[in-house]
């Protein structure tokens, strides 16, 4: 009999992962004032959880180029595994979460829009569900806590005030319990709620209570003469839990044909059912506060798109921004407490400055421009997020081949450089953190400087992921098994012919001529793996480096050398060392200076009692392999793999090499034997460059 599954056991875990046992309660107003003087920022407006639910994620202080940046760890999506987890955009993220801690601390920004510009792809709107799916988590927990209320018929005569038969009426905002203090009153409550507290955190009540629970409460203060005790006592505080898919506290915003727009969507409208019930249409209680302004009060309402919105919804969101006020049909302006972020793409935001009616928007407006990744390293994240060992159902993707197509996106963004000997190769190579000679990081941060538009233009991730996707479809349809950097260039090639954004043939051309500049770095990539895998030999590798080392000590202290063979001294061996450095380009003019760098290098280690290897110096162990590769790669012929005939010698030591391929590249079979074939394709026709 199978075991049984323990369902008790399994909720429990999911309740006390989910916080599902904190985010229930209720009590009476009374209790909820003591819950605020216990913990005041259980009062905190909009702008002061989004910063604060940022900040408790974690934060990380690092130095970019001299220049100081703060990563904030919620948008590594650690809570989903990082399935939305934003690369390579900390600085365009730290100037948005320095708005909100200006909004927070009510510097102004609070009254403003915040859009999200940029380019298709970009991750705005990642941005915005990340943030959307955050305020959602943090309410559930106890540092996220939140509070709102619903009217009770707690004396069962209150005749019909919520409804017909109706014994509650939920506040239809969920509004915060303290708006229910009128506005005399609430200098004394806050001084009272305020007295005694620590931190820097200030209880503040701005704002008022919605038009129906504005309607009930006026009703009880009649019915009660005025006694503001009995009223609360109809009054249930209970735990506020945000779901955009409930539609409690996050709304969203897509611009739809103009035809079908109806600013009602943003504000609500008239609930025809029951205006024969309340008998008119500007009872308050007829009306559906369902709007997404309305909806998304207390967290966040994402506009899609928002530049594409219709004239009339924008002159909604100013007031919105500016105000904090929405205008519902027939009734008064409405304060309303939330987070509002847009976004929109460069033609959208051009015709924004262009038009001359939409100034007063762009007064409210804080624009943060979301540009494409420059970073190699973090372009290359994006696509390894996506194309995982659990995705890939059998297909193997050979090792290079994300990072080339994660190159030729980013040489499609980066400007040419205005520095001749400098190319869009060795800038993104310099951006990805490289040293090259003659370039400080005063050089790189000036480079960054002169561009324009930079990281504004060129391939988006989408791109890159469609014909990866294409890639590895081909290959599962051939049987072939594995995807390599060659199959992915050429689908990228292929697809600009039909590129959607590109028009420009000069612009195509280009992106053409750069995959060729890819294609030929992966080519020098590959070459220099399979040398280093023949010429890894660790033996013969000290061998050969004690032998030079012997030689350069004669040679620095005008020594002959013994010849072990022959038992007599001889001349230090000039071939040898020449043909050592010569792989490391040091010209004759600088041998005997690179020379003495060694021996000096070795002096002051055994003055430390330490031994000298030739891992140590990088130039002289990357020399050494290149030279153990040219003496080596005739006895293995490597060329003989692009022939039919392979003797059973040379079969077991391209095997050995294709062993290291494997397991000291991250090669499986098929790419390493596709790599070799490849290299030894090169070797036949002589194009074997010691770079």
């Known amino acids: 009999m199978a075991n049984k599954i323990d369902l008790s056991s399994l909720v429990k875990n999911w309740q006390t992962n989910h916080g599902i046992h904190h985010a229930v309660w209720s009590g009476t107003f009374q209790e909820y004032l003591d819950l605020v003087k216990a913990n005041p920022k259980i009062s905190r407006n909009a702008f002061q959880r989004m910063y604060d639910m940022v900040i408790e994620a974690g934060t990380e202080d690092y130095i970019d180029f001299k220049k100081p940046v703060i990563r904030y760890k919620f948008f590594d999506d650690a809570k989903n595994n990082g399935k939305d987890a934003v690369f390579g955009l900390d600085v365009p993220l730290m100037k948005l979460v320095n708005v909100l801690k200006a909004a927070a601390l009510g510097y102004g920004t609070e009254k403003r829009v915040i859009l999200l510009h940029g380019p298709v792809g970009s991750a705005k709107s990642t941005i915005c569900r990340m943030l959307k799916k955050g305020v959602e988590s943090y309410s559930k927990s106890e540092s996220g806590a939140m509070y709102t209320f619903e009217w009770v018929d707690t004396t069962g005569d209150l005749g019909g005030l919520f409804g017909k038969d109706a014994k509650s009426f939920p506040s239809p905002m969920n509004e915060e319990p303290l708006l229910l203090f009128p506005d005399e009153m ?22 008022e209570l919605s038009p129906p629970s504005r309607y009930i409460f006026k009703a009880l203060m009649e019915k009660y003469n005025g006694d503001f005790l ?3 006592s109809h009054v249930r505080v209970k735990r506020l839990v945000l779901s955009e898919a409930d539609r409690v506290g996050i709304g969203t915003f897509q611009p739809k044909d103009e035809k079908n727009q109806d600013s009602t969507e943003l504000t609500g409208d008239i609930n025809y059912r029951k205006i024969a019930e309340y008998g008119s249409d500007s009872d308050p209680r007829a009306f559906n506060f369902d709007g997404e302004f309305n909806v998304a009060n207390r967290g966040m309402i994402e506009f899609v798109e928002v530049l594409k919105l219709d004239v009339a919804f924008l002159y909604d969101l100013l007031g919105a921004s500016q105000e904090h006020r929405v205008k519902p ?6 304060h309303i407490d939330e987070v509002i972020i847009g976004h929109t793409n460069e033609p959208e935001y051009r015709r924004l400055q262009d038009n001359e009616f939409m100034e007063a928007l762009r007064d409210r407006t804080v624009k943060i421009d979301i ?9 290359i994240n994006i696509y390894k997020k996506d194309f995982n060992s659990q995705k890939l159902r059998g297909i193997s993707i050979a090792p290079h081949t994300i990072e080339m197509a994660a190159m030729w996106a980013l040489l499609t963004r980066l400007e040419k450089p205005k520095k001749a000997n400098l190319t869009r190769l060795q800038k993104l190579k310099l951006y990805n953190g490289k040293t090259l000679p003659n370039y400080t990081e005063d050089n790189v941060r000036e480079l960054r400087k002169e561009t324009i538009r930079e990281g504004l233009e060129g391939i988006s991730p989408r791109y890159i992921q469609d014909k990866l996707s294409n890639s590895m479809v081909a290959a599962q349809q051939s049987n072939r098994g594995s995807v390599n950097p060659f199959m992915v260039l050429n689908e990228l090639d292929s697809g600009l012919k039909h590129h959607s954004l590109l028009s420009n043939e000069d612009l195509k051309a280009d992106y053409r001529e750069l995959i060729g500049v890819v294609r030929q770095e992966y080519e020098e990539i590959i070459k220099a793996e399979v040398q280093r895998a023949i010429s890894a030999d660790e033996s013969m590798l000290q061998r050969l480096c004690a032998n030079y080392i012997d030689n350069v000590k004669a040679f620095t202290q005008k020594e002959k050398v013994r010849n072990s063979y022959t038992g007599n001294d001889d001349e230090p061996d000039e071939r040898l060392m020449r043909s050592i450095e010569e792989k490391i380009e040091i010209p004759e003019s600088r041998k005997e200076d690179f020379r003495r760098e060694i021996m000096n290098y070795i002096g002051a280690l055994s003055l430390d009692d330490k031994k000298f290897n030739y891992k140590m110096n990088e130039r002289l162990h990357k020399a050494l392999e290149l030279k153990l590769f040219e003496d080596q790669k005739d006895s293995i012929k490597l060329t003989s793999l692009v022939s039919s005939v392979t003797d059973k010698d040379t079969q077991e030591k391209i095997d050995i090499v294709k062993t290291r391929l494997i397991k000291d590249f991250g090669y499986d079979e098929i790419s390493a034997t596709d790599v070799l074939h490849y290299v030894a394709s090169i070797f036949a026709r002589g194009d074997v460059k010691n770079k």
């Open 230 to 232: 009995k009223v609360m």
């Open 329 to 334: 049909k027939k009734f008064a302006q409405t």
């Open 371 to 379: 540009p494409y990744i420059t970073k190699w390293k973090d372009e």
């Open 186 to 207: 609430r200098p004394r409550i806050v001084d009272e709620l305020n007295r005694g507290q620590e931190g820097s955190f200030r209880i503040n009540i701005v704002g």
